[in-house]
């Protein structure tokens, strides 16, 4: 019960949310013309577009007003220059109703946040703030919910600072606290330090248990098959095709899916598998977002196969491709499991004609149905591989202990009974070890690969 209270604590609203309010934004882009900080495959247009997605995302929150204006560096004080700064200021004072700015950057610091707000009258959002509180309203387990709060501490620290020189300004004279020889900054990062490390241990014991799933899962040896792949791109669509869960609701937005979902469907060997269903990913999804979302992420590492689903229909699909690619390269997975991985290109339906650039890419619709049965066949002959599992069908007699012993110790997949001589042929799915122990026990047995 203490760690229950402990843990509701921990969960409480958050003093950075924005509140449940309306808010109707002007979605401000910084477009860097030249130098290392442009993309080479995107536009400015296109960043705008997920800007707007983004905010599209949020209950009661719409955009009044999409501003691109070039800047050589977005990482200075004002992010624009001089004149720029002034023209943008203009427009966002004549938007009528305005309560917010986002400026579509990764991160802002809380000076310049600070020197934003006095210029524009209006709070201003980086995309670490709007992500965040997307994150937070689409946070249903304690552990999703647990992972938003520990993304917030670096905001919160960040705004403590910014806190720390107001005060400063304002009152001058003694920073110490009743005299106990701490300032206040000194007390509030040692709160903040104390609430990370509550949130990290409540966030190692969940892992724990999972841990101990995992175990499970592994002994009762279902293959697991983790989907991942940019926003938005239709992996809850693709799963609810190859499993026929009628209790998955895909929708249509970024961050849909935050918590690790596990759905259970069939290879055409009628092999049973697990498909987990993961976060997406973003394009400049601020390293602490990704940090604190590892734990989900972690669930990855101990798949026997990656499907990664592209949307082939987005302009920017080879970008999203990157990214995805990128964030599993600093997972640390196996090299086995990043070789062997399946590229899905979905929404095939949306496009003429289309034929897959990529030598091994398989094109789907998962709302129609289309290449599933190739993507199936194409999963389980990575499956056997990765597993180490063999289709074998044995001749048995059936007046001994084979048949038991299978159904036992393998899956048992069809069974075809010779009545005349006593025996029959099954077809089944076995591990490597079970194989071996199965020619040791019954030396004299019929084998077949299938």
Known sequence: EEDEAALEELLAPSPLAPGPGAQRVAVVHPAVKWGPQKSPLTTAELQVAEAVALVDTLQNWTVLDKIIIPTKNPNKKFVFGKGNFQVLTEKIKKLPHVTAVF??????SSLTKKELEGAWGVPVFDRYTVVLHIFRCNAQTKEAK??????EIPLLRSNLKNE???RDQQRGGSRYIMGSGETFLETQNRVLKERELKIRNALEKLRRKRALLRTQRRKCEFPMVSVMGYTNCGKTTLIKALTGEAGLQPRDQLFATLDITAHAGYLPSHMPVIYVDTIGFLTDLPHNLVESFSATLEEVAYSDLIVHVRDIT?????LQKATVLSVLRNLNLPSHLLDSMVEVHN??????RYKPAEENALAVSALHGHGLEELKQEIEKKILTATGKKILT???????PQLSWLYKEATVQEVEVMPEDGTARVKVIIGSSAFGKYKNLFPNSEIFMS
Do not use: C, F, W, Y
């Open 347 to 352: 929404k095939v339906d949306l496009i003429e």
């Open 314 to 318: 987005h302009p920017e699909t080879i």
């Open 394 to 400: 044995v001749n048995i007699n059936l007046e001994g």
């Open 103 to 108: 400026l579509n950057v990764e991160r802002i």
């Open 164 to 166: 720390v020189s107001q």
């Open 146 to 151: 647990l992972q938003v709060a520990l993304a």
